[in-house]
C-alpha cells in the first residue's frame, strides 16, 4: 500500500513539472512562430557570480520599434561574454513590446528535449512500480 502512495505522490509531482514546463513551451513556440521579428542591440553587460564563483553575464538589449525606444534585460544570464553593440535577433508580440525576448529557438528546443527525457524516465518508473505492485499482490 506505501509503494502505490508513493507511486501516486511521485505521479502528482511528474505531472506538475510537466504542466508547468508545457505551459512555457507552449509560450517559447508561439512567440517564435508568431512573433515579430526585430534586430536588438546588447547596451549593456552587468557581471555577476554565483555561489561556486562562476561569471554570467547578463545583457542588457534595446530595440526600436515604429520610432520608439524599448529597452530590456535579457531572459536569463549567460556565460558566453556578449559585446557591447552586438546585434541579437529578438522576437515580441505584436502589440505587447513587454513580451520581447532574445530569439527563443535554442531555450525551445532545449525544453523538448528536457520533456522526452523526462517522460521516458516517468514511464520506465512507473512500469517498473506497477509491475512490481502487480507480482506482490
Not at 531555450?107 to 512507473?126: E, Y
Amino acid at each position: 500500500m506505501m509503494s502505490l502512495i508513493l507511486l501516486l505522490l511521485a505521479d502528482c509531482c511528474f505531472i506538475m513539472f510537466f504542466l508547468q514546463t508545457w505551459k512555457r513551451t507552449r509560450y517559447l513556440y508561439c512567440i517564435h512562430a508568431y512573433g515579430e521579428l526585430c534586430e536588438g542591440m546588447i547596451i549593456d553587460i552587468t557581471e555577476s557570480e554565483d555561489a561556486e564563483s562562476n561569471l554570467f553575464y547578463d545583457a542588457v538589449i534595446e530595440i526600436n520599434i515604429n520610432n520608439a525606444r524599448h529597452i530590456f534585460p535579457a531572459d536569463k544570464p549567460e556565460r558566453r561574454k556578449g559585446r557591447v553593440g552586438e546585434m541579437v535577433n529578438v522576437r515580441y508580440f505584436k502589440n505587447d513590446l513587454t513580451t520581447a525576448m532574445v530569439e527563443p529557438a535554442d531555450k525551445l528546443a532545449r525544453l523538448v528535449i528536457i520533456i522526452g527525457v523526462v517522460m521516458v524516465i516517468f514511464f520506465v518508473i512507473n512500469w517498473m512500480w506497477v509491475t512490481a505492485l502487480t507480482n506482490n499482490y
